[in-house]
T-cell receptor
Framework: NAGVTQTPKFRILKIGQSMTLQCTQD?????MYWYRQDPGMGLKLIYYSVGAGITDKGEVPNGYNVSRSTTEDFPLRLELAAPSQTSVYFC?????????????FGPGTRLTVT | GENVGLHLPTLSVQEGDNSIINCAYSNSASDYFIWYKQESGKGPQFIIDIRSNMDKRQGQRVTVLLNKTVKHLSLQIAATQPGDSAVYFC???????????FGKGTMLLVSP
């Protein structure tokens, strides 16, 4: 299994540009998550999904959108990039958000907005 | 979770020492806690978890202790190795258990 894969690994955007961060998992997990991690900080949840067709806001959803049309894919969309969105973005998945059910993380996408 | 935080942002140890990383939490209703390890340039990786009805859980070279009286969680790493150098996060589930709240993290630096 490849686990959780993310593309691209790095990206530089100009203010106002848009982009989609891709995330795919091949573990048939129901739950998927998007986090951002600012330098020297912990992870903050942006959006999550408990299954195909279902998405919910996390702690910091403003400026982002998601969709979950399949079990495998959970893309994150930035419509109007702002410098405050400079961060490292991690996608994760788990079978279910329960005791003993760990989240598997992708390698991250490092985004810089200038 | 309401608040998951760490006492020490950076911990420096010598190779072979035992390391203890601490975490304070404020939500006494949390049912379980998880420790993650994040190496430089990588995503977090699950280490060990513990349920609230347990005081201690052991893994390979790692032990997690839970003190519900003072709402304190610790991760003990025995015979610390250079490969243990990373940032360690504790996390607890939010209500509904669909998501986790992560603490700020502690950086563990292991020198040979």
């Amino acid at each position: 299994n490849a686990g959780v894969t993310q593309t691209p690994k790095f990206r530089i955007l100009k203010i106002g540009q848009s982009m989609t961060l891709q995330c795919t998992q091949d573990m048939n997990h129901n739950y998927m998550y998007w986090y951002r991690q600012d330098p020297g900080m912990g992870l903050k949840l942006i959006y999550y999904s408990v299954g195909a067709g279902i998405t919910d806001k996390g702690e910091v959803p403003n400026g982002y959108n998601v969709s979950r049309s399949t079990t495998e894919d959970f893309p994150l969309r930035l419509e109007l990039a702002a410098p405050s969105q400079t961060s490292v973005y991690f996608c994760a998945s788990s079978y279910a958000g329960e005791w003993g059910d760990e989240q598997y993380f992708g390698p991250g996408t490092r985004l810089t907005v200038t | 979770g309401e608040n998951v935080g760490l006492h020490l942002p950076t911990l420096s140890v010598q190779e072979g020492d035992n390391s203890i990383i601490n975490c304070a939490y404020s939500n006494s209703a949390s049912d379980y806690f998880i420790w993650y390890k994040q190496e430089s340039g990588k995503g977090p990786q699950f280490i060990i978890d513990i349920r609230s009805n347990m005081d201690k859980r052991q893994g390979q070279r790692v032990t997690v202790l839970l003190n519900k009286t003072v709402k304190h969680l610790s991760l003990q790493i025995a015979a610390t190795q250079p490969g243990d150098s990373a940032v360690y996060f504790c996390a607890e589930p939010n209500s509904g258990y669909s998501t986790l709240t992560f603490g700020k993290g502690t950086m563990l630096l292991v020198s040979p």
